[in-house]
C-alpha cells in the first residue's frame, strides 16, 4: 500500500530535477489535494495501489512499486501535474473544444510532460557515467541527439515506416484474425506516452530509457496492433561455448492487465503473449 511518505520521497525526488514543479506537488500534499486513500477504500486488489490526486485516485503498477521503489510513483505525478498545466492553460485560452476531446487533449498533454521529464533526467543519468560504453565518445554524443530529438521531434508510430526502417518485422495474427506485427521497440514520443498510459508490469518510460542509457535498446520488442502497443517483451543474449541463447526477461501484454481498455481494446486480443514468443 503506498503511504504518504512514499509521495513525500517521489516529490522530494521531482524537486531535485524540476523545483517548480517540486514546490508545486509540495503544496499539494500538504494542503491534502495529494494523499492516500483511507484505510477502508485502501483495496489492494487488482494489479495496482492508488494515491490521490484533486480527489480522483492515481494507479501504480504493485509490480514496478515493489521492484523500484518511488519511481512509478515519480512518474504518475508527473502526468497529472502536466496536466494540470495544460488544464489552466485551456481555461486562460478560453478555446471552444467539445469535452471528451478536451479531457484526451489534457491527458496527452500530462503524458508528453512526463516523458519530457524522464528524458531530461536520462539525459543527467548517461553524463554520469564516465566509464560506461556510454559515458562518452560518440555513442553518448549519438545518445543524447537521440533522446532530444525524442522531444523535439516527435514522430508517430507508423508499422509502414517501421517496417521499412527495422531489420527485425514479423506479422501475423492475435485473436480471430486481427493483424498484428512484431518489431524492435521504436523509440518515440508517441510509443513511449503509450508505455506510461498503459502502466503495465516491468515496462515503464525509465525502464526503456535506462535500457537505451546502457547501449541495450535493441533487446527490447513490441507486439503492434493497429499502430497501438499490445504486448511488450525484453530479452537478454547469451554466449555460451558452442551456441548463443536467447533468453526472455520479461514480458508483459494487455490481456494480462486490469486496464487493457487503455490501448483502445476493451476486451484486450487474445493471444498476444504467444505472438510475442512466436516473434521471438
Not at 85 to 104: D, T
Not at 185 to 210: G, I, K, T, Y
Not at 211 to 224: A, H, Q, S
Not at 226 to 252: C, M, P
Amino acid at each position: 500500500m503506498i503511504k504518504r511518505e512514499h509521495i513525500k520521497g517521489a516529490i522530494d525526488a521531482i524537486a531535485g530535477r524540476d523545483p517548480a514543479a517540486g514546490y508545486s506537488l509540495d503544496e499539494m500534499l500538504g494542503a491534502g489535494a495529494i494523499d492516500v486513500p483511507s484505510r477502508q477504500d485502501s483495496s489492494s486488489g487488482g494489479n495496482h495501489f492508488y494515491f490521490l490526486f484533486a480527489g480522483r485516485k492515481v494507479p501504480v503498477n504493485k509490480f514496478v512499486f515493489f521492484n523500484e521503489g518511488i519511481a512509478p510513483i515519480e512518474q504518475a505525478l508527473m502526468v497529472k501535474y502536466g496536466e494540470l498545466i495544460q488544464k489552466e492553460a485551456l481555461q486562460r485560452n478560453k478555446r471552444s473544444i467539445e469535452y471528451r476531446e478536451m479531457s484526451r487533449e489534457i491527458h496527452l498533454e500530462g503524458l508528453r510532460f512526463m516523458v519530457c521529464h524522464e528524458i531530461d533526467y536520462a539525459i543527467k543519468r548517461a553524463g554520469e557515467r564516465p566509464r560506461s560504453p556510454v559515458g562518452s565518445g560518440p555513442h553518448f554524443t549519438t545518445l543524447i541527439s537521440s533522446l532530444e530529438s525524442i522531444k523535439h521531434e516527435p514522430q508517430v508510430l507508423n508499422t509502414s515506416r517501421l517496417r521499412a526502417d527495422s531489420p527485425v518485422w514479423y506479422q501475423g495474427t492475435v485473436d480471430t484474425g486481427t493483424d498484428a506485427c512484431f518489431t524492435r521497440f521504436p523509440f518515440c514520443m508517441e510509443s513511449l506516452m503509450q508505455v506510461a498510459d498503459l502502466n503495465l508490469e516491468f515496462f515503464h518510460v525509465r525502464f526503456f530509457l535506462n535500457y537505451m542509457i546502457r547501449g541495450l535498446e535493441k533487446n527490447l520488442f513490441v507486439c503492434l496492433v493497429d499502430q497501438k502497443i499490445v504486448g511488450l517483451i525484453s530479452i537478454a543474449l547469451k554466449n555460451g561455448f558452442f551456441y548463443r541463447e536467447i533468453q526472455i526477461k520479461y514480458i508483459a501484454t494487455i490481456s494480462g492487465s486490469s486496464d487493457g481498455a487503455v490501448s483502445g481494446y476493451y476486451p484486450a486480443p487474445k493471444g498476444i503473449g504467444t505472438f510475442l514468443i512466436a516473434g521471438v
